[in-house]
C-alpha cells in the first residue's frame, strides 16, 4: 500500500456512519489483539487494527479499494479475541458489499450469480443433478442392499443440503452423506431443487442475491414440510 495522505476537509462518509454502529468500531483501543491472532495481517501492508483507524480518520474509500478485505478469510479470530467487542466480519462485509459487483475478483460473483439463476452455484441442471443422486445410491445399494435414495420426500425432519462440486466433481463423496443419514436412522429427504449447501454471496458481500436465494431454499423446505435444513458440507 502506498503513502496515505490525510484530508483537513470534511466530508460525507456513508460507509462509517453504516458500519460503525453495526461492528462499534469506534470502541477501538487499538491495542493490536486482532492483528495478533488474523491470518493475513501485513498482507498489502494490511491488519485488522489498521483497517479500524483508516476508517476512524477518514480512508474507507482506500480500505474498500483495497485487495486486502478479499484476502481476509472472514474467520472472526479478531472479533473473537476483540476486548471491546468490534464486529471486523461487519467491517469486511460491508466493505465487499460497496464494490459494485462487476468488480469483484475472480469468480465469486459469477457463482453466485449461478445460484441464483440456476439454484445452484455449477448450473446443474433439476435432471442432472437428481440422476447423480440417484447413479451414487444406486451404487451404494452393493454395501447397503436396502437403501433407497428419499427424492422429495414429504414431511421428511431432515432436509439434505449439497455442495454442488460434489455431484459435479466428487459424486462419490454423496454416499458418504448418504451413509450417514442411514447410519443415525433419522427420517431424511434430498430436494430436487434448492439444494445447494454452499451460498457464494455470503463472501461478495451481494446482500440481494444471498436473501434470495435463502429464501428460495426455505420456501422449499416447507412446501416438503421438513422441519431441520441439514447443511452437510
Known amino acids: 500500500m502506498g503513502k496515505i495522505v490525510l484530508e483537513k476537509k ?3 462518509r456513508p460507509f462509517k456512519e453504516l458500519v460503525a454502529p453495526l461492528s462499534k468500531l469506534d470502541s477501538c483501543l487499538t491495542c493490536g489483539t486482532c492483528a495478533g491472532g488474523c491470518p493475513v495481517a501485513d498482507w498489502e501492508g494490511m491488519d485488522p487494527r489498521k483497517m479500524v483507524r483508516m476508517i476512524q480518520l477518514g480512508l ?3 480500505v474498500v479499494r483495497s485487495n486486502w478485505i478479499w484476502q481476509c478469510t472472514n474467520c472472526q479470530r479478531c472479533t473473537w479475541a476483540c476486548p471491546m467487542g468490534i464486529n471486523f466480519g461487519q467491517i469486511i462485509y460491508n466493505a465487499r458489499s460497496s464494490v459494485p459487483r462487476e468488480e469483484t475478483p475472480g469468480e465469486i460473483q459469477k457463482t453466485a450469480n449461478n445460484h441464483r439463476e440456476t439454484m445452484n452455484n455449477m448450473r446443474l441442471t433439476v435432471e442432472d443433478a437428481v440422476e447423480s443422486f440417484q447413479w451414487m445410491a444406486d451404487e451404494l445399494k452393493e454395501e447397503i442392499p436396502d437403501f433407497e435414495l428419499p427424492i422429495d420426500k414429504q414431511g421428511a425432519e431432515y432436509f439434505c443440503t449439497i455442495n454442488s462440486k460434489q455431484p459435479q466433481y466428487f459424486p ?9 443419514f442411514y447410519a443415525a ?4 429427504t434430498i430436494s430436487s ?3 445447494e449447501g454452499t451460498n457464494y454471496a455470503v463472501f461478495t458481500g451481494d446482500t440481494d442475491t444471498w436473501e434470495y436465494t435463502l429464501r428460495e431454499q426455505a420456501k422449499r423446505v416447507e412446501e416438503l414440510g421438513c422441519r431441520v435444513m441439514a447443511y452437510t458440507e
Open 193 to 195: 431443487q434448492w439444494w
Open 172 to 180: 462419490m463423496d454423496l454416499q458418504s452423506i448418504y451413509k450417514i
Open 10 to 12: 470534511r466530508k460525507e
Open 185 to 188: 436412522k433419522v427420517d431424511w
Open 60 to 62: 474507507e474509500e482506500e
